[in-house]
């Protein structure tokens, strides 16, 4: 059984940033991909970011590359997602996810977080 709870959500303005967490618990995820998604309201799930079991490969969405930076610390069992410059559009929920494999998570991951809200005002 894999828990996680993301948290750092908030109210913010264009040009702001923020930083989520995500902290898991239960069978260990240290070996293992993990990764961000969000939901816009009315919109389907999407991939944001993920990173590898040891940080050294990482995978962003075209729309936050060069904005958001994903990061883990293992020892911590957390994984990380800085936002840079938000921007309207990233108005959304934001989830951690990890798949049961280990391999990079997708939208169809069986292990999610309850969410975060993002919401980025003009």
């Known amino acids: 059984q894999v828990r996680l709870v993301e948290s750092g959500g908030g109210l913010v303005q264009v040009g702001d940033s923020l930083r989520l967490s995500c902290e898991w618990s239960g069978r260990t995820l240290s070996m293992d991909a993990l990764g961000w998604f969000r939901q816009a309201p009315g919109k389907e799930r999407e991939f944001a970011a993920a990173i590898s079991w040891d940080g050294t490969y990482t995978r962003y969405a075209e729309s936050v590359k060069g904005r958001f930076t994903i990061s883990r610390d293992n020892d911590k069992n957390t994984v990380y997602l800085e936002m840079n410059n938000l921007k309207f559009q990233d108005t959304g929920v934001y989830y951690c996810?990890?798949?049961?494999?280990?391999?990079?998570?997708?939208?169809?991951?069986?292990?999610w977080g309850q969410g975060t809200q993002v919401t980025v005002s003009s």
């Open positions: 996810a990890a798949d049961a494999s280990g391999t990079w998570p997708t939208v169809r991951s069986d292990y």
